[in-house]
């Protein structure tokens, strides 16, 4: 019998996407992988779920409507109960100064999309100490 794969009990990832899509296919890859998935389909309902609960990641649009990706990891890094908790930012720029003003402001990773589901949750295992 094959090994289970490593469940991320009571661990939260909050994912703040305005694209449905994306939402769903993390929902279900981080689900899968024993995660409890909040979302938040752009930065100020992602902002109100950071102020409402616990959370032990965030990942985050680059490019919303309203608030953006970058105002939203400054409130986060602005907030002494979040200031620490790891931001993967999720984007199809995949522009150089993009990548260097996001982890400037905090940000703990950066990935473009398209991106591999199976190399995302292994980062998150790796950000978060679950290898």
């Known amino acids: ?10 661990r939260r990832v909050l994912v703040v996407d305005d694209e449905p899509h994306i939402r769903r296919v993390l929902e279900a890859t981080l689900g899968a ?11 100020l309902r992602g902002l109100d779920e950071l102020g409402q609960e616990a959370v ?16 939203v990891l400054a409130k986060i890094r602005a907030n002494p109960h979040r200031a620490d908790t790891p931001v993967i930012i999720l984007t199809e720029k ?6 260097e003003a996001a982890l400037a402001g905090g940000a703990t990773d950066f990935l473009t999309k398209p991106f591999s589901p199976k190399k995302l949750i292994v980062r998150i295992e790796e950000i978060l100490g679950d290898t």
């Open 94 to 99: 995949g522009q150089d100064a993009d990548r």
């Open 1 to 10: 019998m094959a090994d289970a794969p490593p469940v991320a009990r009571n």
């Open 56 to 71: 032990d990641l965030v990942i985050l649009d680059f490019m919303m409507p309203g608030v953006s990706a970058l105002e």
């Open 33 to 43: 992988r024993g995660f409890e998935v909040m979302m938040a389909s752009d930065g």
